[in-house]
């Protein structure tokens, strides 16, 4: 199957997704299947909520169009006569993370050998199955344990990444870290700019790499209209699980004696540190301009994205409310896994 055809058949799934998103044709079997589906994600990681899932279906009913396909896929040379097994090891920290990773290894036309993360094990097997029924010639299995592969393509945390770098240093791999995002305030940002910040930090319950765990502001910046538009997303709280973290660091930062920000829902801690915990959100004041980017200079590595509502020093950034949605060619980390596949 040619690689116009393999484009058509993803833009067919997307198809039946937009239908279910749109809930045409709700007495058909598809779409029985896909509330079954969203049904039995829950089930399995509670992290995974109906709205979580629905956020993530909607982003990718709005990429997989026949023109983003094309488009993305004509800045590469793609051969079908050198299918290589890939091996992909998967996060499992928001719904459907891998699933770039498996689209782009088959529409470069490998074979994917997919482990799974137990925590999401349902969504991506169901689409990657429907995909293949209207395109025959997808080769991808689900293992337990990756077999030998030609190229590995794994993410995680920073202390499995030691363990990946060390048992595939003998294959070409991308091997993907631990990685957050941040949000710069200046105190020109309209309500709407806010409000995006604040879709930035809670989507997901902030378990995503393009999560914002970090807010920095400028010195004497008044906190009353983040907490304003913070109130939208108060319903977080009666998320078991959410609601457990927010409690337990309340609770250890009360016991320390430790200064916060409380509006029942999030805390807010003064702190450098990149990488808040759930419930949490570290925000740092900066003087200048030349300081703030001092520090991000050297924490690059440990950032995904940079939320501002405007251009921010010789970084790249992104809009505010834009960190969950990137274009289908902004790649994890900024290393290009087309130019990686399509040059083994």
Same mark, same amino acid.
């Given at each position: 199957?040619? /690689?116009d055809?393999?484009? %058509?058949?993803?833009?067919?799934v997307r198809n039946v997704?937009d239908?279910?998103l749109n809930?045409k044709?709700?007495?058909?079997q598809?779409?029985?299947e896909f509330?079954?589906l969203i049904?039995l994600?829950?089930i ?5 909520t109906?709205?979580s899932i /629905?956020s =993530?279906l909607t982003y990718w009913n709005?990429v997989?169009t026949?023109?983003t396909?094309?488009?993305w896929?004509?800045?590469?040379t793609i051969?079908?006569?050198k299918?290589?097994p890939?091996?992909?090891?998967l *996060?499992?920290?928001?719904?459907? =993370?891998g699933f ?9 036309g490998?074979?994917?050998k997919i482990?799974l993360s ?9 689409? /990657?199955?429907?995909?293949?029924e209207?395109?025959?010639? /997808?080769e991808?299995?689900f =293992?337990?344990?990756?077999p030998h592969c030609?190229?590995?393509i794994?993410t ?7 363990y990946?770098e060390?048992y595939?240093k003998?294959i070409?791999?991308i091997?993907r %870290?631990?990685r957050?995002?941040?949000a710069?305030?200046?105190?020109n940002?309209?309500k709407a ?5 604040a879709d930035d930090?809670f989507t997901y319950?902030g378990l995503?790499?393009?999560? =914002?765990t970090q807010?920095?502001?400028?010195v ?5 209209p983040l907490?304003?538009v ?5 319903d977080c709280?009666?998320h078991?699980?959410?609601?457990n973290?927010y409690?337990?660091?309340?609770a250890?930062y009360?016991m ?8 029942n829902?999030?805390l ?5 540190n990149?990488?808040?915990?759930i ?5 740092s004041?900066?003087y ?7 520090f991000?200079?050297q924490?690059?590595?440990y ?11 010789r970084f790249k ?5 834009? *960190?969950?949605?990137p274009?289908i060619n902004?790649? *994890?980390?900024?290393v290009d896994i087309?130019?990686f596949?399509?040059?083994l």
């Amino acid at each position: 199957m040619s /690689l116009d055809q393999r484009i %058509k058949s993803l833009v067919a799934v997307r198809n039946v997704l937009d239908q279910f998103l749109n809930k045409k044709y709700v007495d058909s079997q598809t779409y029985s299947e896909f509330k079954n589906l969203i049904s039995l994600a829950e089930i399995k990681n509670p992290w995974f909520t109906e709205k979580s899932i /629905l956020s =993530v279906l909607t982003y990718w009913n709005s990429v997989l169009t026949e023109e983003t396909l094309t488009n993305w896929l004509s800045n590469y040379t793609i051969k079908f006569n050198k299918s290589k097994p890939i091996g992909l090891v998967l *996060a499992g920290n928001i719904p459907m =993370v891998g699933f770039h990773d498996c689209i782009s290894t088959l529409l470069t036309g490998n074979q994917a050998k997919i482990k799974l993360s137990s925590k999401d094990s349902v969504l991506i097997p169901f689409l /990657l199955n429907l995909w293949k029924e209207f395109c025959k010639d /997808l080769e991808f299995e689900f =293992v337990e344990k990756l077999p030998h592969c030609d190229a590995v393509i794994t993410t995680g945390t920073t202390n499995t990444a030691r363990y990946f770098e060390y048992y595939f240093k003998n294959i070409p791999h991308i091997i993907r %870290k631990n990685r957050t995002s941040i949000a710069i305030i200046n105190g020109n940002e309209t309500k709407a700019d806010l409000l995006g910040i604040a879709d930035d930090i809670f989507t997901y319950f902030g378990l995503g790499c393009r999560s =914002v765990t970090q807010l920095f502001i400028p010195v004497n910046y008044d906190l009353k209209p983040l907490f304003n538009v913070f109130i939208f997303y108060k319903d977080c709280i009666n998320h078991s699980k959410y609601s457990n973290n927010y409690e337990y660091n309340k609770a250890i930062y009360l016991m320390n004696l430790e200064k916060f920000w409380d509006n029942n829902f999030i805390l807010l801690k003064e702190s450098r540190n990149l990488f808040s915990p759930i419930g949490t959100l570290y925000f740092s004041t900066y003087y200048d301009n030349s300081e703030l980017a001092n520090f991000i200079s050297q924490n690059t590595d440990y950032l995904q994205c940079i939320v501002s509502a405007q251009p921010f020093d010789r970084f790249k950034t992104v809009l505010p409310g834009q *960190a969950q949605n990137p274009k289908i060619n902004d790649y *994890a980390d900024g290393v290009d896994i087309l130019e990686f596949l399509t040059n083994l």
